[in-house]
């Protein structure tokens, strides 16, 4: 895990508000996910189709990739997101796709790059967090996919937690055997499900800046729960 550096996401959140941003992109979002203590999968920044070639040799195929802009915070819904890319042909012609939707659907997105991703499988779970104008920061834990969707099948605690509120969050969820695996599917340890929790509610008590976030989803492997999208909105700078 990676060690906590506050420092480091502080001087993140500054240099966004300062550009006049409140949205952090996805790069930039991982970025402070993992110096938090979350673990994400392998990935690196293409920011030519050249790049995208000599990155995937490290990262393996298949792979992920996602478009990477301040101005797209939903990638999927302007066609940024392309799953199981299994060869450089497929690459190349993927890169200059996601390249040409994104710009087609928001013109004047700034494209910094697309992120390659080792492709995972698994459980989809999702962690968020909001800012209730009542009780202040919420996180909310949940299995992804339809079961956030069509069941709000999730859990909700005020921030701060404790590692007994983890536990119980992870005991609310009425689809709950799906985190112990079913199916032939992984199941997660518990125990790592808390730490997650956990380094989410620190990141945000200890930077109350954070207005909105989300790791969606994470996902439980064979080699752990990992997450694969982050996001954070920051708040507007009191003036
Ligand atoms: N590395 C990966 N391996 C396998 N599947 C993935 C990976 N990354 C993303 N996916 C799948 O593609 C979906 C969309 O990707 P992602 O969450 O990054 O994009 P998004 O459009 O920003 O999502 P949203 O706005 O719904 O949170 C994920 O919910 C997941 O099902
Ligand atoms: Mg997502």
């Known amino acids: 895990m990676t060690e906590e550096k506050p420092d480091a996401i502080s001087e993140q959140f500054t240099n966004v508000l300062k550009s006049g ?5 996805l790069e930039e979002s991982r970025k402070v996910m993992e110096l938090s203590g979350v673990p994400f999968n392998k990935s690196g920044l293409a920011k030519t189709e050249e790049d ?7 990262i393996g195929y298949p792979l992920v990739m996602k478009i990477v802009s301040p101005q797209i915070i939903h990638k999927t819904e302007v066609g940024g997101v392309k799953v199981n890319i ?3 042909e497929e690459l190349k012609k993927a890169y200059n796709e996601i ?3 994104a710009k087609a659907k928001v013109p004047d997105a700034e494209i910094q790059g697309i992120l390659l991703e080792e492709m995972v499988s698994g459980t989809e779970l999702i962690i968020g967090t909001t800012t209730d104008p009542q009780f202040g920061h919420m996180i909310m834990f949940g299995i992804g996919g339809i079961f956030v969707e069509v069941y709000k099948d999730v859990s909700f605690r005020l921030i701060p937690i404790s590692a007994g509120d983890a536990n119980e ?6 689809g709950g055997a ?5 199916r032939g599917l992984p199941g997660a340890d518990p125990k790592q499900l808390v730490e997650i929790l956990m380094s989410v ?5 200890d930077h109350p800046e954070i207005a909105e976030m989300d790791l969606n989803p994470l996902m439980i492997t064979k080699r752990g729960t990992i997450a694969v999208d982050a996001r954070i909105l920051l708040n507007e700078p009191t003036k």
Do not use: F, Y
């Not at 941003?21 to 992109?25: N, Y």
């Not at 969050?169 to 009425?174: A, D, S």
């Open 86 to 88: 299994g060869s450089d």
């Open 201 to 205: 509610s620190k990141l945000v008590e």
């Open 178 to 182: 799906l985190l112990k695996g079913v």
């Open 21 to 25: 941003k409140t949205v952090l992109t």
């Open 52 to 58: 995208a070639v000599e990155l995937a040799k490290k």
């Open 169 to 174: 969050m992870l005991n609310e969820l009425q």
């Open 99 to 101: 390249i040409a939707s």
